[in-house]
């Protein structure tokens, strides 16, 4: 005998336990214990020779892992995978000490709780125990996501344990999830950033005056734009379609023709207006419902931006993209508009349009 | 607990019990002797069963009435394993048993000299079996199965022996649980806690039996009765195989199931035992009789599982010597340098920085940054 320690070292055990294995007949056993040893041997090289010490147990087998609670996990995922004789595995983390002789007898408390894990185990899964989740948590707290607790079982003294589910799919569903959602969102990002690159303005090309790809006998319509100004809010009607509410709404764009205009907020008298807008021209409406002051009419903006001369004679094989005046238009406002889907007629010549 | 014939003076050459002649002891026990005789009518050889004389009324007026009951036991037993009875009587005050006379030598002889190779043991055993299965058949559990109760005849075959503590069902004797009777070394954990004892007692027993026929040596070592007592009804033992590698893994199994504490898990008939016992006789056949091992080797082979059998803890289990574990038991009987740290209980948890750096989140946040660089390139680059 070793001399007497006060505290018994703590090892992980992994209790391999075949299934109904009393109610079978001795060849059977044999076989099975033979087979089970067999599926030993081969989980094995996922640990270092002086790291396991494999025992026999009462209903298959037992393998003490030293120092190593992740071995062990691997182990038992290995172990686990054979179809043939499909062993519940249970594993615990605690104390196990050596009873010298020939065989040598370990026994210990841990022991005795892989055996219980291994018992609760449904054929082909793996359990552990709270104390083996934590001994590995110790050591690689991010496995501490692998264990699910799924109940608890009792031992043969009658003790109960929390038993947490640590089969390799369970892990993989649990790794595989959270690989994907940051691909997802990475591809997310990268998605943006290339919306971002699309619908960038390309840099100011002198040379190549660009035309739209579409008969240049049609000619061009420029939208003309209403601005809104109203207080405290009101919705806004474009010849008795709805269009949004102001604030937030600031601006929209009409084609150019008559149009009417209508303000409503709740139960006050709406305010109309008829306006004549011309290509590219632009009006302001302010309102204010709560002063009782009358309706100011519409006035034409100051600035009126017209379209850029076009030069019909470039070849559509050089214009990648037509550059309208809304590209003109600062980054994010166009960004927001993307994704605002206002029915704006689809400006001539811009991509896909 | 030994009960060697001891050398005696030869009885009268003239005495005669019944109607035979008693020719000389041949076997002494704590209450009885056992003569040869002969029928001289027949001129048949038997053994004579007798009450010791020199007991007092009391000790006598039980045994003799233990004496009429293994007389009952037997004399409805008719088996080729079981040895038979001719008659049971009294002749001038002294309550006699004739019985068939056996040339051969016993299970405790044979393991002593290890003349019985590995087949035959097991077919013993399974005889053994047989003729348990046949007095269970009858309602007679045995209770003192031990190797010196087992005879091995010409031929290899089995005689069952000694049912002077035989219970019968329905018997007017009170052998009343709580008594022991028996030999401590192989006595089943009901015997040993005075609980109701039934057949499958009996299969304890004769798992112990063929243990150390497999073995060379008893699963429960130790001379203190205490010791092999408390054994029985806490210890696992090694399977045989530990120490006898020619002993197969079926054989293994059939001496764990026998020697199950839980009656349920047990052998629940002699039968089946038998049954499995023969089918695992021809990979035994064919494994060739069991190594001879040198002397040396066999005391070193029996103190060793002495010493493991005396320190067997409740609960634990052998290693398996297939595998080879030595370099861990060293580590883990010894525990050296980082060892002392690693395989320490401790309860503290991980350092916070250490925890995010596994978790999987230092990960998340590389690949995001990555896709985010990755992004703020792409849209640079036009």
Redesign the interface.
């Known amino acids: 005998m070793p001399p007497a320690r006060s505290t018994a070292s703590h090892a992980s055990v992994a209790y391999l336990r075949i299934p109904e294995f009393a109610q079978r007949g001795v060849a059977d056993e044999a076989h099975l214990k033979e087979a089970l040893e067999k599926v030993v041997a081969g989980a094995l090289p996922v640990l270092r020779a002086d790291e396991y010490i494999v025992v026999d147990a009462p209903e298959g087998l037992a393998v003490v892992v030293l120092a190593n609670p992740r071995g062990a996990l691997r182990f038992a995922w290995r172990a686990g995978l054979d179809r043939e004789i499909e062993p519940a595995i249970g594993l615990a983390h605690g104390p196990v000490r050596i009873a010298q002789g020939q065989p040598p007898v370990l026994y210990g408390d841990a022991l005795i709780a892989a055996e219980g894990a291994a018992k609760a185990t449904n054929p082909g899964r793996v359990s552990a125990s709270r104390d083996f989740r934590d001994a590995l948590t110790r050591v690689h707290p991010g496995m501490r996501r692998l264990l699910v607790r799924s109940g608890s079982a009792v031992d043969d003294q009658g003790r109960a344990h929390e038993i947490f589910r640590a089969d390799e799919r369970t892990a993989g569903r649990r790794s595989s999830l959270f690989f994907w959602t940051t691909i997802l969102i990475a591809i997310g990002i990268v998605g943006a950033g290339y919306v971002v690159k699309v619908t960038r303005p390309p840099p100011p090309v002198p040379q190549v005056i660009t035309a739209p790809p579409v008969t240049p006998s049609v000619p061009e319509v420029v939208p003309g734009a209403v601005t809104f100004d109203i207080k405290p809010e009101g919705e806004i009607w474009v010849d008795g379609a709805f269009k949004g509410k102001s604030p937030p709404l600031k601006k929209i764009q009409v084609p150019p023709g008559n149009h009417a205009i209508e303000v409503r907020s709740g139960h006050f008298k709406p305010m109309t207006a008829e306006l004549t807008v011309g290509q590219g021209e632009e009006f302001a409406v302010e309102h204010n419902f709560i002063a009782k002051a009358p309706p100011k009419a519409p006035v034409k903006s100051a600035t009126k931006t017209l379209p850029r001369p076009q030069a019909p004679a470039a070849t559509p094989s050089q214009t990648k993209r037509a550059a309208t005046p809304e590209q003109e238009k600062g980054f994010w406002s166009r960004f927001f508009q993307l994704f605002k889907g206002d029915d704006r007629p689809a400006p001539a010549g811009s991509p896909g349009g | 607990m030994i009960d060697l014939p001891q050398p005696d003076p030869p009885a009268d050459k003239s005495e005669h019990v019944g109607r035979y002649r008693l020719l000389k002891e041949i076997g002494r026990g704590a209450m009885g002797i056992v003569f040869l005789g002969e029928d001289e009518g027949l001129g048949r050889r038997v053994a004579i069963k007798t009450i010791l004389a020199s007991m007092d009324s009391e000790e006598q007026k039980g045994y003799l009435a233990r004496f009429k009951q293994e007389a009952k036991a037997l004399g409805g037993l008719n088996h080729p394993s079981i040895i038979t009875v001719f008659e049971f009587g009294d002749s001038n005050g002294i309550a006699y048993l004739a019985m068939e006379y056996l040339e051969g030598k016993d299970l405790r002889d044979l393991i002593a000299s290890r003349k019985l190779d590995l087949s035959s043991a097991v077919d013993v055993v399974a005889q053994v079996c047989d003729g348990l299965a046949f007095a269970h058949s009858r309602g007679v559990v045995h209770r003192d199965i031990k190797p010196g109760n087992v005879m091995v005849i010409e031929g290899n075959r089995a005689k069952i022996m000694d049912f002077g503590i035989a219970r019968v069902r329905s018997s007017d004797l009170k052998t009343q649980t709580g008594l022991m009777l028996g030999s401590p070394r192989y006595m089943s954990p009901e015997q040993v806690l005075g609980r109701a004892v039934d057949h499958r007692s009996d299969l304890f027993s004769v798992g112990l039996v063929l243990y150390e026929l497999l073995a060379g040596a008893p699963p429960f070592g130790g001379n203190d009765v205490h010791q092999i007592m408390y054994q029985i009804c806490n210890a ?1 033992p ?2 045989p195989s ?2 006898n590698p020619a002993v ?3 054989l ?3 001496v ?2 026998a020697l199950e504490k839980d009656l349920d ?1 047990r052998y629940q008939d002699a039968a089946a035992m038998a049954m ?1 016992l023969r ?2 006789l021809p990979e035994v056949a064919g494994a060739g009789a069991a190594p001879v091992l040198p002397p040396s080797e066999l005391e070193r ?1 029996n103190t ?2 002495a ?3 005396v ?15 030595d ?9 050296r340098g980082s ?1 002392r740290r ?9 350092p916070l920085l ?2 995010w ?4 989140a230092f ?2 946040a590389v ?2 940054t ?3 660089v ?3 390139a ?2 640079a680059t ?1």
Not at chain 2, 342 to 350: F, G, I, T, Y
Not at chain 2, 357 to 360: A, I
């Open positions: 696992r090694a399977p530990a120490t197969t893994r079926a293994d199994i059939i764990a199931k898990a499995d089918a695992a082979l060793a599982v010493a493991a059998t320190v067997i803890p409740i609960a634990g289990v052998h290693v398996i010597p297939r595998f080879d574990c370099a861990a038991l060293k580590r883990l009987a010894d525990p060892d690693r395989m320490a209980p401790s309860a503290e948890p991980p250490r925890r750096f596994s978790d999987g990960l998340f690949g995001l990555a896709a985010a990755a992004a703020a792409f849209i036009s």
